[in-house]
């Protein structure tokens, strides 16, 4: 399994020709997590992906731990973010076990590559504390930039995997539906669901514009209000019964 992880490690790295959707969206959605959610006492965090992440939540909680199942990942990030304070440990998402309870968990942009989505859910409800948070970031396959594809002519099925979600080992796309009636299904009520990055063109177009910091914040800022329609997927969630 390790080794399986460790081959996606190319598209973790700045030259990957989708970096730019990974730049916006992983500096964006940590960000809108602290405005939501003001509790800043513990964090679970499942997975280092592009270390963007890792290194906002580091700065602002008491405690952050983070799983992650690639051990070349993990090395990536620490020479990348040597001074990073948060607590990483090579484990499985599957079979990981702590007896600590946690305020948050954050799963950003992890279900669409694992095996059994339920069985993570699942298996990471006995981690959070009474009263506590989940928040699962995922990709829309029903984003505005893929409808425009699909309207075009380009794009048979908005809800296949395009090579760039093959690079970085995908293997699902989601939509609003889909992702409510997964965390429903795992027992989890929404409490909050947002959009992340309006993407009007596709990565290379964009590139070409060459848009400032402030046109691509704004795409963001105005996305939040229409998930359906946007790259991304964020929720807030609790758990609705434990068993």
């Not at 963007?52 to 731990?65: D, Q």
């Not at 099925?157 to 690079?167: C, P, V």
């Amino acid at each position: 399994m390790a080794n399986l992880l460790d081959s996606f490690i190319p598209a973790y790295r700045p030259e990957f020709p989708y970096a730019l959707d990974n730049e916006i969206m992983l500096s964006w959605y940590p960000n809108r997590i602290l405005e939501l959610h003001q509790n800043r006492g513990s964090l679970l965090e499942f997975g280092l992906g592009h270390g963007y992440t890792t290194k906002i939540f580091s700065e602002h909680f008491a405690r952050h731990l983070v799983i992650d199942g690639s051990g070349s990942v993990i090395r990536q990030f620490r020479e990348q973010y040597p001074d990073c304070k948060a607590d990483i440990q090579e484990a499985l998402f599957e079979t990981f076990q702590t007896t600590e309870k946690f305020d948050v968990i954050v799963m950003g942009f992890i279900l669409e590559h694992v095996d059994s989505p339920q069985r993570i859910l699942g298996h990471a409800k006995q981690f959070l504390r009474p009263g506590g948070r989940c928040f699962i970031a995922v990709p829309n396959g029903e984003s505005l930039h893929r409808r425009i594809g699909k309207a075009a002519g380009l794009l048979d099925d908005m809800m296949k995997l395009g090579a760039g979600d093959i690079a970085l080992g995908h293997q699902r796309q989601y939509s609003r539906e889909v992702l409510q009636q997964e965390l429903t299904s795992a027992g989890y009520r929404t409490v909050h669901c947002e959009g992340i990055f309006l993407k009007p063109l596709t990565t290379s177009q964009l590139t070409t514009l060459q848009l400032n910091k402030e046109i691509l914040t704004a795409l963001c800022t105005v996305g939040i209000n229409y998930p359906e329609l946007c790259c991304g997927l964020l929720v807030e969630a609790e758990i609705r019964w434990r068993p």
